[in-house]
């Protein structure tokens, strides 16, 4: 096989951001002694040699990012009431305005994935972010229903990236022996930001009218916006290399010099199709990825649907006032805390393994958060009754919250790990299946809660999560067997 068609056949691929760089590595080992203008990746070049400093901060920054993405989803429920009566429609339509934004968060990674494997993670940000700010406009001064909720699904699209390219940014900065803990702190932002919403909206909406939450997000995007651009490297090596190249060729004014991108085959039209169409595949056509994101849409379906259902239980049962009731969802943000707390104990379960651990070994985080989710929801559910104390659903929320983390955490740990030739589609797959959910889940919430009442709808979703419950025990002990017959799983 020549240099060009193995350096094809590498990048013809989705990429796994946690195995570029060794793949590239490799690559180049083989081929750099006899061709003499591939670029090659110098010790200054990559990006795990930044100081920790400087890759913590990057990580930091990036979570902000996709935290004020997640924040703007959730941020809607509250200001539900005030576009009803501003744009002269139902409570259910208004409802619209959390379910646009969710499914551009949906379908935007099928676009950005393959841009940020063309492009790079940094032109990827930028654009996204700067779009994302752009397009908040049309939100904020809508004239009309129709406008606000087309707006909704643009800026969900443009948010995306920092729900799918993002971890592979992370990846990038730390090998597979310490990357657990910067991942943790990255993955708990998409579920926090959710959380954060209320919170924020709750308090602004008690002192001014619903639109200004929307002018305070846009501040806080502009923001976000311009520590992006200042501090925020490029992190991905193909594009880094690639860069490389075209200093060289400049520099020393011999065109021959390349990266091994420069000489990738295809179209971005033809990466954007498979990236499209492969997430569906793997869907259709691997029981363990279906029943996994199965798993993950339900519980993140239940999160955004507790948006509906936490005013029905604390303003109609309790009589809070909208900033009191954005103040309870603090118990679904302290058991996510909680349970990053806890990574330090998950890592020296890694260790025994060289920090290489088989995937399977992911899933017993998500075991215990198997266990946490339907025993908060039951918890929750039972102590809706006015008699009982407020406080009550209050605590309930943080097993619940924990449980979350530790489910969400684990399964995407496992299918990058056990999906690695495809890990970017088996993300995307799930990506996909979470945001229908979560797009769908607060459209019904309110018809559901007022036929079955607080305690009945509750206990009903989390009989839903108890039979999910034993997928992480199942999948633990028949794992490595299912692998090895999967046509898309590593073996």
Same mark, same amino acid.
């Given at each position: 096989?020549?240099?060009?068609?193995?350096?094809?056949?590498?990048?013809?691929?989705?990429?796994?951001?946690a195995?570029? @760089?060794?793949?590239v590595?490799a $690559?180049?080992?083989? =081929?750099?002694?006899?061709?003499?203008?591939?670029?090659?990746?110098?010790?200054?070049?990559?990006?795990? =040699?930044?100081?920790?400093?400087?890759r913590?901060?990057?990580?930091l920054?990036?979570?902000?990012?996709?935290?004020?993405?997640?924040?703007?989803?959730?941020?809607?429920?509250? /200001? @539900?009431?005030?576009?009803?009566?501003?744009?002269?429609?139902?409570?259910?339509?208004?409802?619209?305005?959390?379910?646009?934004? *969710?499914?551009?968060?949906?379908?935007?990674?099928?676009?950005?994935?393959?841009?940020?494997?063309?492009?790079?993670? &940094?032109?990827?940000?930028?654009?996204? !972010?700067?779009?994302?700010?752009?397009?908040?406009? %049309? +939100?904020?001064?809508?004239?009309?229903?129709a406008?606000?909720?087309?707006?909704?699904?643009?800026?969900?699209?443009?948010?995306?990236?920092?729900?799918?390219v993002?971890?592979?940014? +992370?990846?990038?900065?730390?090998?597979?022996?310490?990357?657990?803990?910067?991942?943790?702190?990255?993955?708990?932002?998409?579920?926090?930001?959710? +959380?954060?919403? %209320?919170?924020?909206?709750?308090?602004?909406?008690?002192?001014?009218?619903? @639109?200004?939450?929307?002018?305070?997000?846009?501040?806080?995007?502009?923001?976000?916006?311009?520590?992006?651009?200042?501090?925020?490297?490029?992190? !991905?090596?193909? *594009?880094?290399?690639?860069?490389?190249?075209?200093?060289?060729?400049?520099?020393?004014?011999?065109?021959?010099?390349?990266?091994?991108?420069?000489?990738?085959?295809?179209? $971005?039209?033809?990466?954007?199709?498979?990236?499209?169409?492969?997430?569906?595949q793997?869907?259709?056509?691997?029981?363990?990825?279906?029943?996994?994101?199965?798993? &993950?849409?339900? #519980?993140?379906?239940?999160?955004?649907?507790?948006?509906?259902?936490?005013?029905?239980?604390?303003?109609?049962?309790?009589?809070?006032?909208?900033?009191?009731?954005? #103040?309870?969802?603090?118990?679904?943000?302290?058991?996510?805390?909680?349970? $990053?707390?806890?990574?330090?104990?998950? =890592?020296?379960?890694s260790?025994?393994?060289?920090?290489?651990?088989?995937?399977?070994?992911?899933?017993?985080?998500?075991?215990?958060?198997?266990?946490?989710?339907?025993?908060?929801?039951?918890?929750?559910?039972? /102590?809706?009754?006015?008699?009982?104390?407020?406080?009550?659903?209050?605590?309930?929320? +943080?097993?619940?919250?924990?449980?979350? !983390?530790?489910?969400?955490?684990?399964t995407?740990?496992y299918?990058?790990?056990?999906?690695?030739?495809?890990?970017?589609?088996?993300?995307?797959?799930?990506?996909?299946?979470?945001?229908?959910?979560?797009?769908?889940?607060?459209?019904?919430?309110?018809?559901? !809660? &007022?036929?079955?009442?607080?305690?009945?709808?509750?206990?009903?979703?989390?009989?839903?999560?108890?039979?999910?419950?034993?997928?992480?025990?199942?999948?633990?002990?028949?794992?490595?067997?299912?692998?090895?017959?999967?046509?898309?799983?590593?073996?």
């Amino acid at each position: 096989m020549s240099t060009l068609e193995k350096i094809s056949e590498s990048f013809e691929r989705p990429h796994d951001a946690a195995t570029t @760089e060794t793949d590239v590595s490799a $690559l180049q080992l083989e =081929n750099a002694e006899s061709d003499s203008h591939l670029v090659v990746l110098e010790p200054e070049d990559n990006p795990q =040699n930044m100081s920790l400093f400087r890759r913590w901060l990057t990580v930091l920054i990036i979570s902000s990012a996709s935290l004020c993405v997640a924040c703007a989803s959730s941020i809607a429920a509250f /200001t @539900e009431q005030g576009a009803a009566q501003t744009f002269h429609v139902s409570r259910e339509v208004s409802v619209l305005g959390i379910s646009m934004f *969710v499914a551009g968060l949906g379908t935007g990674p099928l676009l950005v994935g393959p841009l940020s494997e063309m492009y790079g993670r &940094n032109a990827v940000y930028q654009t996204s !972010y700067a779009s994302f700010f752009v397009f908040t406009f %049309p +939100v904020v001064f809508a004239p009309d229903i129709a406008v606000f909720l087309v707006f909704r699904f643009i800026t969900g699209f443009c948010g995306s990236a920092f729900l799918s390219v993002a971890g592979g940014s +992370v990846s990038d900065m730390f090998p597979n022996s310490t990357v657990a803990s910067p991942m943790a702190v990255y993955t708990i932002s998409p579920f926090i930001g959710p +959380v954060a919403g %209320p919170l924020i909206a709750g308090y602004i909406l008690h002192n001014l009218y619903w @639109e200004w939450t929307y002018r305070v997000q846009l501040c806080w995007i502009f923001a976000e916006f311009l520590i992006l651009v200042i501090f925020v490297p490029e992190t !991905y090596v193909p *594009v880094i290399l690639k860069k490389k190249a075209k200093r060289l060729r400049e520099s020393t004014g011999d065109p021959k010099f390349y990266a091994p991108l420069d000489r990738q085959e295809g179209t $971005l039209t033809s990466a954007i199709l498979v990236s499209c169409y492969r997430p569906f595949q793997l869907l259709l056509f691997d029981r363990m990825a279906l029943l996994l994101d199965s798993w &993950n849409a339900l #519980l993140l379906g239940i999160l955004y649907l507790a948006f509906q259902a936490y005013p029905i239980i604390f303003e109609d049962i309790h009589g809070f006032n909208m900033q009191s009731t954005g #103040l309870t969802f603090i118990g679904i943000g302290l058991g996510n805390i909680s349970a $990053l707390a806890t990574q330090p104990f998950w =890592n020296r379960g890694s260790a025994k393994y060289n920090g290489d651990p088989p995937p399977e070994m992911r899933l017993i985080m998500g075991q215990v958060g198997a266990i946490l989710v339907p025993l908060g929801l039951f918890w929750l559910a039972f /102590t809706t009754y006015p008699q009982v104390h407020w406080i009550a659903p209050v605590i309930a929320s +943080v097993p619940f919250g924990a449980g979350v !983390y530790f489910v969400f955490t684990s399964t995407f740990t496992y299918l990058v790990t056990a999906y690695r030739p495809i890990a970017a589609s088996a993300m995307a797959s799930n990506s996909a299946l979470r945001s229908a959910f979560a797009a769908a889940f607060p459209l019904f919430a309110g018809a559901m !809660y &007022n036929r079955l009442g607080t305690v009945g709808a509750t206990a009903l979703l989390a009989g839903l999560t108890t039979i999910m419950a034993p997928l992480p025990f199942v999948f633990y002990r028949i794992g490595a067997r299912l692998r090895k017959n999967s046509r898309f799983a590593a073996h």
